[in-house]
């Protein structure tokens, strides 16, 4: 929601007047003007929008004079959450044919699948068929990421070791998988797509779409669950043999304290239901690959857009909507110098909130891509921060350290303090060269 000058200045190029459509409309469902007598009519449609499938915001834009005016109108109904309509069942019965036929299918769960009202379905559907699964980043945690049939996250870190997987199946049934985070021909290849999802397959002409199921998820999951389990070549241990040729990659050899061991730290002192919210950059392909998810919701990253900026407001979030559970912030330094100020917003909230920054001195995803096409590095370096660093950011205390087990001693503290605390943790980039995008 935005605030406008009052209703006979827009349009105008005086101060202060921007046409606020204009800006928020390619990165919403819908932008609507509140006017007089209308605005409950306008925010029960703008409701209504926002919860159609796919859920998304719509951007309200409030003139003035129509703000400080009184509100005469009855409050309209609040819309539920809409969902749309159940998958033909001919189109179920073409989807159990394909899968009873497959020899070799890997099942890849994607972000529409985090609005399932029945997440428990996606595993009773890779386990009665015993596929092999893949999330992508947003979709971590929907499914115990420690299950025997998991094999990871696709397209971040080391993502080449997981198109070499997928490359051996003979069908990717694709459950809610929403292309804003990756699209298909970007992984697939030449595997055939048999795609489960709200919406239908957008994809390029050269992805082989052998079928396609629109509807409802969860009755669509709940007829794959009921299936008689489809019979298929994988070994009993593929997936896990996958997993843990992926970890290794993940993790080269490096002489100093690498990102991946920092992130390790993290993982190791956060309880398994405590939250994760982090940042854009080199860092987040590493978070994506190697970090292990296992309940749904505790895995908070921007997709789509990926913003820079997004880990510690995410986190301040989690922590008053799940204020029981322990909650990190892990962001790089280039995202701590764009929202450094927002450790203030924590602190008067009184909020127990950890904010680990991975101070590499780079913006180092832009350099990785200005490495890898043989560019001249400009604009990437960030000046060091000092050890020890400040006693301080805005009132909160910050820790320096340089190694693991400094990095948990300061963790465990953290999270029993009360309020938040910054720990700045000084590694050395060189295996993002080698990970990331790789």
Known sequence: MTCNVPTAQLGRRIQMAVDHHA?????????????????????????AIALAEPTGPVHLDLPEDVATEAAMEDVPPIPGRRAPAPAPAEALGRAAELLAAARRPVAVIGASAMRLREPRLLRHVVERHGLPFATTTMAKGLVDET????????????????????????????????????????????????AVDVEPVDADAGVGVRHQVVGDLDPSLEFLARLPPCGHDWPADAAMLQRERFQRALRPAVPGF???RAIDVVRETLPSSGVLAFDVGAHTHQIAG????????????????????FGIPAAIAAKLARPERPVVALVGDGCFQMTCGEVAVARRLGLALPIVVLDDGWLSLIQVKQLRRKLPLHGTALERAPLPPPAHYFGVPAVGVRDGEGLAKALH??????????????????????????
């Open 413 to 438: 503290a953290a999270l029993q303090a009360r309020g938040p605390t910054v720990i700045e943790a000084v590694v050395d980039p060189a295996h993002y060269a080698e990970t990331v995008y790789d």
């Open 258 to 260: 690498a990102p991946h």
């Open 290 to 309: 190697q970090w292990t998810a296992r309940e749904p919701g505790t895995f908070l990253i921007t997709n789509g857009w990926s913003s820079m900026g």
């Open 23 to 47: 800006l928020f409309r390619p990165i919403t469902k819908a932008t609507l003007r509140l006017e007089r007598g209308r605005v409950g009519a306008t925010l029960a449609e703008a409701l």
């Open 147 to 194: 299950h025997p049939l998991a094999i990871g996250c696709i397209e971040r870190a080391c993502r080449r070791v997981q198109r070499d997987f997928l490359a051996g199946a003979d069908l990717i049934l694709a459950l809610g998988y929403d292309v804003v985070e990756v699209e298909y021909e970007a992984w697939i290849g030449g595997v055939p797509l048999l």
